[in-house]
């Protein structure tokens, strides 16, 4: 079983910049894929970022294009963490951010992912 803890939320301004981190615990996370995903107030939770396994040669990471350019995922395997560096938020970004893992390629759709951490609270204020 895997445990994710995501930290690093919080209220900040447009144009601010904030990193999420995901701590994960119960497996060694080395050859998972890592994601993260957000879900606005009253919208069906999107996927943001993917980071697959070197293992996989799938170790490039993917976004979503309304995040392209302004957010950077990476993963450190010593830690069996997973950061989201966001950079030029938008009031748009406001959402709760999720982290999951799986088992295998990175995929951009949420019912390909088995773990989940409780989420993170980002506001970002016009």
């Known amino acids: 079983q895997v445990q994710l803890v995501e930290s690093g939320g919080g209220l900040v301004q447009a144009g601010d910049s904030l990193k999420l981190s995901c701590a994960a615990s119960?497996?060694?996370?080395?050859?998972?894929?890592l994601a993260w995903f957000r879900q606005a107030p009253g919208k069906e939770r999107d996927f943001v970022a993917s980071i697959g396994s070197i293992a996989w040669g799938a170790s490039r990471p993917s976004y979503a294009d309304s995040v392209m350019g302004r957010f950077t995922i990476s993963r450190d395997n010593a830690k069996n963490t997973v950061y989201l560096q966001m950079n030029s938020l938008k009031p748009e970004d406001t959402a709760v951010y999720y982290c999951?893992?799986?088992?295998?390629?990175?995929?951009?759709?949420?019912?390909?992912?088995?773990?989940w951490g409780r989420g993170t609270q980002v506001t970002v204020s016009s």
């Open positions: 999951a893992s799986r088992s295998g390629l990175p995929q951009r759709v949420e019912n390909a992912y088995p773990y």
């Open positions: 119960g497996r060694t996370l080395s050859t998972y894929t």
